[in-house]
């Protein structure tokens, strides 16, 4: 009996549980979004294992509620571009504008802005040269470390990432992109931070 060719997406109830309970929580939280399951920041490991176990089984076509689910809108990520929130979620994440498409403008000039938008951090990172990085050192074995952008300062100990890399890293940490599009002068702005909502250091 040869073996069945291509990509064995799983859609029967023949899951590895013990494969799933070997994963991270993190790596865990990430499929489960990318089920479209909801409440997932909230689930303890052994309810990740379950809900992943069972949309694996079932292909994971349906979302909460038997209804189908519409893919996320182009580069938008797996928030769709809004705020992650948690027990550490800090008062800047409150007092901030939530952007969630690269159409969404500044109420303000000097406005603080959040988003999880892959295509509006990417978009306000390249408009200011800059490009992902990761500090060198804070690696975790094949896992980026802390996250940066690079606007090719003095500050020598970034590595360049790709952008994939960089965002992956981003989403499986929840983590919130704090900005600033201009200083209250009128003029542009290179000012951002990474929030993890879940923990206090990002």
Known sequence: ???KPGNQTPNTPGVSETELREMKVDELRQEAREENISGVSNMRKEELVR?????RSSGGQ????????EPD???AGPDGGKIRTGEASSSSLKYSQEVTSPEDEPEREGRSLVTTHHEVIKQWAEERGGVPATVEGTEHGDHLGVLRIDFQDKDSNLRRV?????FNTFDARRLNF??????SDGNQSNFFRL????????
Do not use: K
């Open 1 to 3: 009996m040869s073996e």
């Open 51 to 55: 809900e992943v176990a069972e949309a």
């Open 62 to 69: 349906q979302s909460e509620g038997g209804a189908t689910s």
């Open 73 to 75: 809108p182009v580069g």
């Open 162 to 166: 790709s952008w994939e890399e960089w």
């Open 178 to 183: 704090i900005y600033q599009e201009q200083r």
């Open 195 to 202: 929030e993890n909502p879940d923990r206090e250091d990002a």
